[in-house]
């Protein structure tokens, strides 16, 4: 990154009484400090970059950017609150007092008071979605759900404005979220929108409304089949589906009713939620379930210099059918041109979903999660979905290893 863009991402995340800065810088400088306590953390890294590559002139050496007068938080071993720090490129020269740092001030080196406001390493975010997330309310916008009523009127609302027959789909409304701590039911979906199939999406799990139900054959004679896991919830009572399925959204096809964003639509929306995350901080992050299209786009931003969050990517793999096919997977994460390590975007890893999810019900347990109304559990034996065997797990994790992608895995 060029350096006047790097002092300028630094300085535009100023937040309130906050301003934020790399955190791949602070833990650059800690490695690398001979000498702390006392307040007074010297950084030397830059200079003995400089000094090894021989032949530069002292001038070289004086900082870009002195930042004094303010609370510099090191998170070092001793949580050492410093006054001031020097930056020189893409790395933090020294930290220190106002005396010491002030010191090293060239006849360039810009110095700004922070006024007593405090300077923290950048926050690291290891689970985004991103690229799914930039694009959540590109059709319209989305109010908070904090009710079940909140998200039945929403389902109205929707209704209303589609027509009939149109999906209606909400993703990610995390039911412990909701205060009421629960699914909405079948029945509550259809007296909102009874001419609308409605796909309540949340994690690995959903509930569905009749008109879902019935245009995807799920009834009270629908089995699960092909061999992979899932579970449709029926009531003990009626022996009908109660519109709760789990990791089943195979079974599932809908229609969307939402305008989708063209390539340009996508990238620009993630170049605005990489800002939010400045705004608030966060500097990195790790991009779970990546694949092909969220490669290019971070790639696309990255070579136009609006990349502002160092970002790892975790390429999804599916770990479902024959070994060869998932094998292909992960070696196509590791021959991926973005897996060549780079300091600012890095195809790091792999991930795969292991089992269901814990805020939704689902999460692989080994004991019985027992009868519950806040999970929709109607089974007291039910453990909850294992997606991927431990033998299948362990030749993934292995094989994901020996080609230096790191495994993770949604638990
Ligand atoms: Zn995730």
């Not at 196509?332 to 890893?349: E, T």
């Not at 080994?366 to 979905?385: A, L």
Request: proline letters at 5%; one cysteine or more.
């Amino acid at each position: 990154m060029p350096l006047n863009d790097h002092i300028k991402i630094q300085l535009a995340t100023f937040v309130q009484d906050k301003c934020f800065l790399h955190s791949g810088d602070l833990s650059m400088s800690f490695k690398t400090r001979i000498r702390s306590g006392n307040m007074a953390i010297w950084i030397v890294c830059a200079l003995m970059v400089l000094a090894l590559s021989g032949g530069v002139s002292f001038a070289a050496e004086f900082p870009d950017v002195i930042l004094h007068d303010g609370k510099i938080v090191t998170v070092n071993s001793g949580f050492e609150i410093a006054q001031a720090i020097a930056l020189k490129g893409e790395r933090i020269q020294a930290v220190g007092s106002n005396d010491d740092i002030l010191k090293l001030a060239g006849p360039d080196t810009k110095q700004i008071s922070l006024g007593g406001k405090t300077v923290l390493p950048g926050l690291i975010d290891s689970h985004v979605h991103a690229t799914g997330a930039a694009v959540y309310e590109f059709d319209h916008e989305i109010p908070p759900l904090e009710t079940i009523d909140d998200v039945l009127k929403y389902v109205q609302k929707r209704a209303e404005i589609l027509e009939d027959g149109q999906w209606i789909i909400m993703n990610q409304v995390f039911i412990t979220r909701l205060r009421d701590q629960r699914f909405p039911n079948r029945q509550e979906l259809d007296s909102v929108a009874p001419n609308n199939p409605v796909y309540f999406r949340t994690g690995p799990d959903a509930a569905l409304n009749s008109m879902a139900l019935k245009l995807n054959g799920i009834d009270k004679d629908f089995k699960i089949t092909d061999g992979l896991p899932g579970k449709i919830e029926m009531d003990p009572t009626t022996g009908e589906p109660t519109g709760v399925i789990r990791a089943a959204g195979r079974f599932i096809k809908t229609e969307s009713s939402e305008k989708s964003p063209s390539q340009e639509e996508r990238m620009a929306q993630l170049e605005k939620l990489l800002q939010d995350y400045n705004s608030v901080g966060i500097t990195s992050i790790v991009q779970r379930s990546a694949g092909e299209s969220d490669v290019t786009m971070f790639q696309a931003l990255k070579d136009q210099g609006k990349l502002t969050c160092r970002t790892f990517l975790c390429w999804g793999v599916s770990p479902d059918g024959e070994w060869s096919k998932v094998a292909e997977q992960i070696q196509k994460a590791a021959d991926h041109p973005a897996h060549a390590y780079d300091n600012l975007l890095w195809l790091r890893g792999v991930k795969v979903f292991l089992d269901g999810g814990m805020l939704t019900g689902s999460a692989w347990m080994q004991k019985p999660w027992g009868v519950s109304t806040i999970y929709s559990i109607t089974d007291p034996e039910y453990r909850g979905v294992l997606n991927i065997q431990p033998d299948r797990m362990y030749e993934i994790a292995k094989h994901c290893l020996e080609r230096d992608l790191q495994i993770t895995a949604h638990s």
